[in-house]
């Protein structure tokens, strides 16, 4: 089965920028469609953004749209994700997951394999 390692969360002020990495490995099929996902303090995971395998789609939360762009390198089997201007509300575990199956774009439930999770704190 395939496993996921997410890094590069930290910790930054307001209007700063970081870029979040996840590996993929163990499985050349690394499934239809990768997300990254957020969760706060004592809230629920929530999708940030996904993309079809091979970038031909893409997906946006709304509260990120025009500050965070998902990409893919599939040579390295590494999925990005680019965070810029950041803000506070955008703190929380970031991980980054795979579907195997479902539709466009996945539902939660379609979600198979997930990371550990990478912190991701934004100060005002």
């Known amino acids: 089965q395939v496993q996921l390692q997410e890094s590069g969360g930290g910790s930054v002020q307001a209007g700063g920028s970081l870029r979040l990495s996840c590996v993929i490995s163990?499985?050349?099929?690394?499934?239809?469609?990768l997300g990254w996902f957020r969760q706060a303090p004592l809230g629920e995971r929530e999708v940030v953004a996904t993309i079809k395998t091979g970038g031909s789609s893409t997906y946006y939360a709304d509260s990120v749209k025009g500050r965070f762009t998902i990409s893919q390198d599939n040579a390295k089997n590494t999925l990005y994700l680019q965070m810029n201007s950041l803000k506070p509300q955008d703190t929380g575990l970031y991980y980054c997951a795979t579907a195997y199956s479902g539709g466009w774009p996945p539902q939660m439930v379609d979600w198979s394999y997930w990371g550990q999770g990478t912190q991701v704190t934004v100060s005002s």
């Open positions: 163990g499985d050349s099929n690394i499934g239809y469609a």
